[in-house]
């Protein structure tokens, strides 16, 4: 009986297994330090080239901030 629900279940602990991993990715690449640096470096070139406005870039430079703080500050908690 149990090797019936094991394959009958397979499916969808596949489906529940991918869901989990993309999950993972999406959270990682939010709390990664690094790609938050990066994104800042290229928000800070795209307004040099003036293409941006002073206003988009002082909103997307804030939200970015915001997460890298936010970031120092969860690491800070578990330590």
């Known amino acids: 009986m149990f ?3 094991s394959i009958l279940l ?3 602990k596949g489906v529940i297994w ?3 991993k993309l999950s993972d990715m999406a ?5 990664d330090k ?3 640096k990066e994104q800042l470096m290229r928000l800070q070139l795209q307004f040099e080239l003036d293409e941006i406005s002073q206003a988009e870039y002082d909103q997307k430079e804030k ?6 703080d936010a970031i120092t ?3 800070e ?3």
Not at 27 to 31: A, I
Not at 63 to 68: F, G, M, P, Q, S
């Open 18 to 20: 991918m869901g989990q």
């Open 3 to 5: 090797l019936i629900d």
């Open 10 to 12: 397979a499916p969808l």
């Open 77 to 79: 908690k578990e330590i």
């Open 34 to 36: 690094g790609r938050i």
């Open 73 to 75: 500050n969860s690491v």
């Open 63 to 68: 939200e970015l901030l915001d997460r890298l």
């Open 27 to 31: 959270q990682e690449e939010m709390t």
